[in-house]
Nanobody
Framework: QVHFVESGGGLVQPGGSLRLSCAAS????????IGWFRQVPGKEREGVSC????????RYSDSVKGRFTISRDNAANTVTLQMNSLKPEDAGVYYC???????????????????WGQGTQVTVSS
């Protein structure tokens, strides 16, 4: 079965950086689009970024564009989210999931993804 494990979260000061990793098992990662999402308690889970499986095209939400970078290492079966210039509003639990197709949907919406990981906590505070 498809399974994801997110890691790399932690506590960082505003303006700092974190690097999140999504490790996949049970399938070949290069066949799917992979998305990153984040969620704050009481709020809807929102799409942050996505990278396609066929041509590695990337997509970002307006709130993180220019600060976050998504990439994939197919040999290692992982997807990475590099987060720079972090703001308090970037805090939350970050999840990765597979797209229902090889391409990334626009916009990045939860109902086009499946096989969610357990999430990794990101806290941005002084």
């Amino acid at each position: 079965q498809v399974h994801f494990v997110e890691s790399g979260g932690g506590l960082v000061q505003p303006g700092g950086s974190l690097r999140l990793s999504c490790a996949a098992s049970g399938f070949t990662l290069d066949s799917y689009g992979i998305g990153w999402f984040r969620q704050v308690p009481g709020k809807e889970r929102e799409g942050v970024s996505c990278i396609s499986g066929s041509d590695r095209r990337t997509r970002y939400s307006d709130s993180v564009k220019g600060r976050f970078t998504i990439s994939r290492d197919n040999a290692a079966n992982t997807v990475t989210l590099q987060m720079n210039s972090l703001k308090p509003e970037d805090a939350g639990v970050y999840y990765c999931a597979e797209s229902l197709d090889w391409a990334c949907p626009s916009p990045i919406v939860t109902y086009d993804f499946r096989s969610w990981g357990q999430g990794t906590q990101v806290t941005v505070s002084s």
